[in-house]
Every structure is written in C-alpha cells, then in structure tokens.
C-alpha cells in the first residue's frame, strides 16, 4: 500500500510539472488548404514570407510572413520554392494566433529565375491619405515630409500581448525615449493607423495612446500621433502596405489581421517594410536614423 501511494504521489507530481504544449491547438482552431511561393526564408524567426493564392473562406491572396511550427523546413525550404499545406488559425494557442503546417515542397526553386524579392514596395512614394489623428486634425502623408517616419497598424481592442498591444508598446515606447534626445526629436515621427473606424473615435485613440505614453499630464503626441478614418479613407493605405483584416466570424470584437510595420524616408518613399513582432525599439530607431543619412 505504501508503495502504490507513493506511485501515485510521483506521478501526480509529474503531470503537475508538465508544461503545457506551446504548439497545441484549441477546440476553437480552424484549417485552410494552403499554397503559395516562398519569397525569403528566416530559420533564426521560424518564419517564412510567401506570396500565397487565395485562401477560400479566409483572406486573399496576398504577401505575408508566416511561422512554421515544424523543424524540418528549415533545412530543405529556399526561396523560389512552391509550397502547399494547411493554414491553422487559433487565436487561443499559446504560441502564434496562425501558422503553417503539414508542409509540402511541390515545385523546387527555379535556379534560372531571379532570386525573389519580399516587398516590392521597397522605393515607391507612401500613397497620400487623408486622416483624423487624436486630437480632431486631419493629416496626410505629405504632413510628414522632411521627416523619417515609421507607420504601423493596429485597432484599440487587441486583445493580444503580441499583436496591436506590442506595436503600441513599441512605437509608445521609442516616442518617450526621442522626446528628450536633442538630435532626433525633430526629425522623427511615428504614425499609428487603425483599421476599426467603427470603434476607433478620434477621442478613444487620445486616451488608448495617452496610456500607454504613461498617463503624462497632458499627454505628448508630437512625436507618435494615432489616427482613423472611415474604411474608405484607410484602405488604400492598408492595401498598399499588405495589410489583411477582417472579422472573426466566431467573435466580432475580434480581428484577425496580420503586422505590418513600414520605415519611410523624409523624401516619402518606402525604406523598409517589416512583417511581424519580432522588432524592438532600438531596431526601429535604427533603421529611422539611416534614412536621415
């Protein structure tokens, strides 16, 4: 008897200590057929921008990076390639809201072609818009001009740490740290741009960015401005820059949506487009500083 209580205490002891599987999937999960090319390939990020078909019942066909949970890719996958495979979406897993798997090579990269390139929005003119930012003024690309500036993406009920809540975090935290640098506060802007006018009033976007600007009295945004507009006005700049979001049809508050940060030059075009999170603050200020070169 002794011995079965301690058995049973070990292995109680040992599910307790189990970590829970970062690469599970919820009840809620849900799986597209997938197909696109490889474009560029990140072992270190696991992640890989592929330039995909349309994905029926899901999203459009459109040029996003993608992570891959399983480790074999990394040795075999090279840009040029055409994948096919299943798209998983879960907003619940642990570890990414969507990913790739059961991946398949059908089509081994051209070794005649050109080698692909990520963005080829990389020296085009940032499309001008016209805009509300958080204090009820109209703004437009070209108030940036002389400027290096950057543009991300986000909606204010992001529920997720990784996502809009990040990018917030980011450009926030950047916009505090310039504010005392003699140098480069004048020369550097940071432009957030929701894409839920229906939610996001001029005046909720002063209070979500005043708090993550920490509650200043009254809040600074000269340097990191927030702004909307109707989807007629947003969506010919999301689209420019590869955004893709829609609602999730399980939860309206919720939008699945893609990242997309992009680094602009003071003469308006296009330096860097920068797909997911993976970026920090001084990365960002870096590559900022090198279009006022």
């Known amino acids: ?28 999960a849900k799986r597209y057929p997938f197909k696109g090319k490889v474009l560029s390939v990140d072992p270190i990020k696991k992640t890989a921008t592929i330039e995909h078909d349309d994905i029926p019942g899901f999203m459009s066909g ?8 399983e480790n074999w890719v990394w040795s075999e996958l090279k840009p040029g390639a055409e994948i096919q495979g299943e798209l998983v979406v879960d907003n619940k897993a642990m ?3 969507f990913w790739l798997e059961k991946v398949t090579i059908i089509a081994a990269p051209d070794p005649n072609a050109p080698t692909p390139t990520p963005d080829d929005r990389i020296g085009k003119t940032v499309p ?10 109209r703004i437009s690309a070209k108030d940036f001009r002389g400027k290096a500036w950057a543009i ?43 894409f839920d006018p229906e ?16 509650n200043q009295a009254p809040p600074d945004f000269s340097i990191w401005q927030l702004a909307v507009g109707s989807d ?6 999301t689209q420019f820059f590869g955004l893709d979001y829609h609602t999730d049809e399980n939860n309206n508050a919720v939008i699945i949506h ?19 999170n993976e970026w920090t603050p001084d990365d960002l200020l870096n590559d900022l500083k090198a279009t006022l070169k």
């Not at 001008?128 to 003024?137: A, C, E, P, V, Y």
């Not at 990242?259 to 920068?274: E, M, N, S």
Request: aromatic share 6%; net charge positive.
């Open 95 to 97: 570890r990414d809201p």
């Open 199 to 214: 939610n996001d009033t001029p005046e909720k976007l002063r209070q979500y960015g005043a708090g993550y600007l920490g």
């Open 232 to 237: 007629k006005d947003v969506q010919p700049v």
């Open 128 to 137: 001008d818009f016209s805009l509300t930012n958080q204090d009820g003024k």
């Open 1 to 28: 008897m002794r011995a079965l209580i301690i058995l049973l205490s070990l292995t109680i002891l040992f599910c307790a200590c189990q970590k829970p599987d970062a690469n599970a999937t919820s009840a809620d």
């Open 62 to 69: 459109m040029t996003m990076a993608f992570p891959i949970h």
């Open 152 to 194: 991300t993406f986000i909606y204010a009920r992001c529920p997720l740490p990784d996502y809009c809540i990040k990018m917030s975090t980011n450009f926030s935290d950047l916009a505090n740290r310039l504010k005392t640098n003699a140098e480069l506060k004048d020369k550097i802007r940071l432009l957030s741009i929701s």
């Open 258 to 276: 893609n990242l997309r940060t992009a680094v602009i030059g003071p003469d308006g075009t296009v330096r860097q487009v920068i797909d997911g």
